[in-house]
């Protein structure tokens, strides 16, 4: 069986990142306080599904400001998606679509607990490339074995990604304590 859902560390990532990043314009990216590249294709080595995901990290008092931006840029509002404080967009326009890479893209405020959660996950896996090889391998297993089944993988992940982000909040509040200490 072909494995599609998921793929193979790709060296092109980061620069996939960079390439929306432009896309999105120096206004929006001014606005911003930063902006991260989170999820798998983020971390060197790891197996991912090839799509970009950002966090436009934002004061939230900018918000509808940002909104405003994104939809001059061809982006619509997706809402929270379920996830507090943590906005979702996605592209309007099929020719601008197609003219970058695939993307998911956040607007969240400096203090969202869901980024916070994003980042120490992904800096977790890339100091720690054991786990970034077990979580690589699940991901390639249950792409296989669920026939690419995206429901199915997501539940199948659900519980490493957890003890992953449990460690990786833990290890990130001892580094914090050491520094402050």
């Known amino acids: ?19 929306i990043k432009a896309f999105l314009g120096e206004r929006i990216r001014r606005m911003c306080l930063r902006i991260e590249h989170v999820g798998s ?28 931006l994104m939809a001059k840029r061809g982006y619509y509002h997706e809402g929270d998606k379920g ?10 326009d099929v020719s601008a679509k197609s003219s970058i890479p695939d993307h998911h893209l956040y607007v969240c405020p400096e203090h969202n607990n869901e980024m916070k959660n994003e980042i120490a996950f992904r ?6 490339k054991d786990y970034a090889e077990r979580l690589s391998k699940l991901k ?16 199948g992940k659900a519980a490493l990604c957890r ?8 290890s990130s509040h001892e580094n914090s304590a050491d520094t402050l200490g």
């Open 163 to 170: 003890e992953i982000t449990r460690m990786a909040l833990k």
């Open 140 to 155: 390639w297993s249950l792409a296989e074995e669920f026939d690419n089944d995206r429901s199915s993988y997501m539940e």
């Open 1 to 19: 069986m072909t494995v599609t859902l998921v793929q193979k560390y790709n060296r092109e990532w980061p620069e996939l990142f960079e390439t």
């Open 83 to 92: 996830i507090k404080e943590r906005q979702a967009f996605d592209l309007m």
């Open 41 to 68: 294709t983020s971390i060197p080595g790891m197996t991912a599904k090839p799509i970009i995901d950002l966090i436009l990290v934002i004061n939230s008092q900018n918000f509808e400001e940002i909104k405003s």
């Open 123 to 128: 800096e977790f896996l890339k100091r720690n």
